[in-house]
């Protein structure tokens, strides 16, 4: 985008010195451009106060503060921000790093990190990774992962990185899934996920564990019930849905000491908000 403006820029420049592309302008072409530029910097200067866009955007383009803003809001933790500038270091610069290893990643996620380690961005380490990714929006969550599926230890890392403490198990579920995505087929990755989240929810509400008499293993019947049940409520292929009754049923015959209430009103929050894991 700031190319494209930079162009602008300089065409109405070109413009007031009677240039063009194709070479000088005629008489005739040159008087009406004139007239047309008193008429926009007229108009140009009743909008803007009489800033001049050209030095604004010089301006702004060379403005550390907003492109350190645009490098925290958009990937939210690098190593190299925790760290001593090296010599040269501008956030313009980095800015454009970032987006090219970005979309680096997005094509391929170890060639993506590579990347951010070779430019100083990331340090080499799980847990700088996972944050890195907690913290960023603009990767490709395909690509995400599989990175995570075979980096498992940045995986755990990033599972720690949730807190799930005073959340309601389904909304958990849904943040949960919405920074870790769910593989589309049940397998061992999904059952892994689903493993780590409930010891995660366990860890994060120890009080609500020992009121509702829940461990992790019972946590886990309750992560797959609500997944099933999503599939069940949400699905145009499934013509006879599953009622509160049969839910609550075949849930507390996998899992005996849950309150038959505390069941109900899992099934209550599928049925108004939706799918756990969409």
Same mark, same amino acid.
């Given at each position: 985008?700031?190319?494209?403006?930079?162009?602008?820029?300089?065409?109405?420049?070109?413009?007031?010195?009677?240039?063009?592309?194709?070479?000088?302008? @005629?008489? #005739?072409?040159?008087?009406?451009?004139?007239?047309?530029?008193?008429? *926009?910097?007229?108009?140009?200067?009743?909008?803007?106060?009489?800033?001049?866009?050209?030095?604004?955007?010089?301006?702004?383009?060379?403005?550390? $503060?907003?492109?350190?803003?645009?490098?925290?809001?958009?990937?939210?933790? =690098? +190593?190299?921000?925790?760290?001593?500038?090296?010599?040269?270091? +501008?956030?313009?610069? $980095?800015?454009?790093?970032?987006?090219?290893?970005?979309?680096? /990643?997005?094509?391929?996620?170890?060639?993506?990190?590579?990347?951010?380690?070779?430019?100083?961005? $990331?340090?080499?380490?799980?847990?700088?990774?996972?944050? /890195?990714?907690? =913290?960023?929006? @603009?990767? *490709?969550?395909?690509?995400?992962?599989?990175? !995570?599926? &075979?980096?498992?230890?940045?995986?755990?890392?990033?599972?720690?990185?949730?807190?799930?403490?005073?959340?309601? $198990?389904? *909304?958990?579920?849904? #943040?949960?899934?919405?920074?870790?995505?769910?593989? &589309? &087929?049940?397998? #061992?990755?999904?059952?892994? !996920?689903?493993?780590?989240?409930?010891?995660?929810?366990?860890? =994060?509400?120890?009080?609500?564990?020992? &009121?509702?008499?829940? +461990?992790?293993?019972?946590?886990?019947?309750?992560?797959?019930?609500?997944?099933?049940?999503?599939?069940?409520?949400?699905?145009?292929?499934?013509?006879?849905?599953?009622?509160?009754?049969?839910?609550?049923?075949? @849930?507390?015959?996998?899992?005996?000491?849950?309150?038959?209430?505390?069941?109900?009103?899992?099934?209550?929050?599928?049925?108004?908000?939706?799918?756990?894991?969409?």
């Amino acid at each position: 985008m700031g190319q494209g403006l930079w162009r602008v820029v300089r065409n109405q420049q070109l413009q007031q010195e009677g240039y063009s592309e194709q070479g000088y302008l @005629t008489r #005739e072409q040159s008087r009406r451009m004139a007239a047309n530029n008193i008429s *926009n910097t007229s108009h140009r200067k009743q909008v803007q106060g009489g800033i001049d866009i050209y030095h604004l955007l010089k301006d702004l383009a060379n403005d550390e $503060l907003l492109w350190q803003g645009l490098c925290k809001s958009t990937w939210g933790h =690098c +190593s190299i921000y925790n760290k001593n500038p090296p010599l040269g270091f +501008s956030f313009r610069k $980095l800015y454009m790093q970032l987006d090219e290893g970005s979309l680096t /990643f997005n094509a391929n996620p170890d060639e993506g990190v590579n990347y951010f380690m070779s430019k100083g961005i $990331l340090d080499d380490s799980p847990k700088e990774i996972a944050k /890195f990714i907690f =913290c960023t929006r @603009t990767l *490709n969550w395909k690509k995400l992962r599989i990175y !995570l599926d &075979e980096r498992r230890d940045v995986l755990d890392d990033l599972v720690t990185l949730h807190n799930f403490r005073n959340q309601f $198990l389904p *909304n958990a579920l849904r #943040e949960f899934f919405r920074h870790i995505h769910a593989p &589309e &087929e049940r397998g #061992e990755y999904l059952e892994t !996920l689903i493993t780590k989240f409930s010891h995660r929810f366990c860890a =994060c509400n120890p009080d609500l564990m020992r &009121e509702l008499g829940l +461990s992790p293993d019972a946590v886990y019947v309750l992560c797959y019930s609500l997944i099933l049940l999503s599939i069940d409520l949400t699905s145009p292929h499934v013509k006879n849905k599953m009622s509160k009754r049969e839910f609550i049923r075949n @849930t507390r015959r996998a899992a005996q000491n849950i309150s038959e209430d505390f069941v109900g009103h899992l099934y209550d929050n599928i049925y108004l908000i939706g799918h756990v894991a969409a």
